[in-house]
């Protein structure tokens, strides 16, 4: 199980840090919900691709003593199964919709092909949003056929609400985030 944690720094800051982040003490397992303290149990490491450079960091795991099952910490920049952070995926997505001008200065952006496999997945996950909106917030998204108009709607909700913390939500309740499969 992954659950993310605003660590409060950037990229590069968590990666010179390595396991030394102010990593968070689960109190609670949330596979069986034992209200014991949840033993920590090693670290992965992993890419975080950014729009300028690529870091290697350490994602912290946790093991439940009693259901002896896993929780892995991960940094509210980064998006489950991602290499690219999601700032790096977010300002790609923003600039092929035409909401941004593009950065040709940044030499570690997705390819061309990467860069729609994003747009169609955020495409493709247009009903998630509106569910997850209209259930927490009571937010019901424009019903217009194109999908461009929509995603761009979409774009700016989410980053009025704070883009990171809707994602979070999101994916502590259940729903897949933005660019899942």
């Known amino acids: ?15 010179e840090r390595g396991k030394e982040n102010d990593f968070p003490l ?10 014991r303290p949840l033993h920590r149990h090693g670290y992965d490491e992993r890419n975080a691709l950014t729009p300028h450079g690529d870091d290697r960091i350490w994602i912290v795991r946790y093991r439940c003593r ?22 790096a995926v977010w300002q790609v997505v923003k600039e092929q919709l035409g909401l941004t001008e593009g950065t040709n200065q940044a030499p570690f952006l997705p390819t061309k092909d990467g860069i ?4 169609r997945r955020f495409y493709r996950n247009l009903s998630n949003l509106h569910s997850f909106f209209a ?15 929509r995603a761009s709607w979409w774009i700016r909700t989410l980053e009025e609400h704070g883009l990171y913390s809707v994602i979070r939500e999101m994916w502590e309740d259940g729903f897949r985030h933005p660019f899942a499969n």
Not at 71 to 80: G, H, K, T
Not at 136 to 146: D, L
Request: hydrophobic share 40%.
């Open 26 to 35: 689960l109190t609670q397992c949330p596979h069986c919900r034992a209200k």
């Open 66 to 87: 009693e259901c002896l099952k896993t929780v892995s910490v991960l940094p509210s920049f980064l998006l489950p199964y991602f290499q690219y952070t999601l700032s």
């Open 116 to 119: 729609i496999f994003y747009v």
């Open 135 to 149: 259930r927490r917030w009571r937010i019901i998204g424009p019903i217009v056929k194109k999908e461009k108009e």
């Open 1 to 15: 199980m992954i659950q993310f944690h605003d660590f409060g720094i950037d990229v590069q800051t968590y990666a």
